[in-house]
């Protein structure tokens, strides 16, 4: 059975514990309107037939929530059904005191006859987005350089990745080619940079960023980054940082090409930084880079 819980047990459980997932059953719509940061989505109308997808484990902690407490405490009751043994509820985002954020979980263009979305990613893409990953690592490897090394990223990180609600994948029509890391609240390495940004703006950072074999040479990871810029738009955020190792001039051309703009070296891990600027306008669009003596400008 299932435990009713209040809101100020569940910031408290948030802020303390670390394996939890908050779970979100309201609708699409609802949920891009305003929800608790690192929820995940599951429509109380899907909590049965996709609850194993998006909750693998039945060990895990559980803090579920809707609009007033009705939809939540039905969901609840469903997935303590369904085996899991950690269930609290704790009402409606109404009450809800503490902080809320607003953004899709999904956004997708056409090109041609394809459809390419990133969205993020749920428990049953970790096992995918691994191998994308290690295919990346190894695919690296194949160009004569090591910027991911043995057993880095591993399924620990991409599921925390998921878990947080910073993990991406990309589709072309229904098929994963891609994985990323995208987070919304900075990097502690990058304000010890040996170089300068070129904005002390709030920021968006990509990390682990890899395209499966298949998929590669199509143009997909330019298509990621219009995306990924679209997701930080829509929070209102206009900078959006990445590292990559030197001697990885693929990613860096790619970089280059998409406007990112070279600023320096993280001190800590010495890897080269690139940051994208896009323009202040209600299209996306990316600004024109030219080069001058060792660094990059817009």
Not at 161 to 182: F, S
Not at 222 to 231: C, E, G, N, P, T
Not at 254 to 262: A, M, P, V
Request: proline share 3%; aromatic share 10%.
């Amino acid at each position: 059975m299932y435990q009713i819980i209040t809101q100020k047990e569940a910031k408290r459980l948030m802020d303390t514990k670390q394996n939890y997932i908050i779970l979100d059953v309201r609708r699409q719509d609802e949920y891009e309107a305003g929800h608790i940061p690192r929820a995940v989505l599951l429509d109380l109308e899907e909590v049965e037939d996709r609850a194993e997808d998006v909750l693998p484990s039945q060990e895990q902690l559980i803090l579920v929530y809707c609009r007033s407490g009705r939809r939540s405490k039905m969901a609840s009751e469903i997935l303590c059904d369904l085996g899991y043994n950690h269930v609290k509820e704790f009402g409606g985002i109404l009450d809800w005191p503490y902080e809320v954020i607003t953004g899709t979980t999904s956004i997708c263009t056409k090109e041609g006859n394809r459809t390419i979305t990133l969205r993020q990613a749920t428990m049953a893409d970790a096992s995918t987005a691994v191998d994308i990953l290690h295919s990346a690592r190894d695919f690296q490897r194949e160009q004569g350089f090591v910027q991911w090394p043995d057993g880095y990223p591993d399924h620990t990180d991409v599921q925390n990745d998921i878990e947080e609600g910073n993990g991406y994948v990309l589709l072309v029509d229904e098929q994963i080619a891609g994985y990323m890391y995208i987070g919304f609240d900075g990097d502690p390495a990058y304000p010890k940079v040996k170089g300068a940004w070129h904005s002390d703006l709030p920021y968006a950072v990509v990390h682990r960023m890899g395209i499966g074999g298949d998929f590669r040479g199509k143009g997909l990871a330019d298509k990621a980054f219009s995306l990924v810029a679209h997701f930080c738009l829509d929070r209102g955020i206009f900078n959006l940082r990445i590292d990559t190792d030197e001697a990885n001039k693929r990613m860096q051309h790619i970089l280059k090409k998409n406007g990112f703009s070279y600023c320096g070296t993280v001190i800590q891990v010495m890897v080269t930084v690139w940051r994208l600027i896009k323009s202040f306008t209600d299209t996306p669009k990316f600004i024109t880079i030219t080069k001058e003596t060792n660094v990059w400008i817009f």
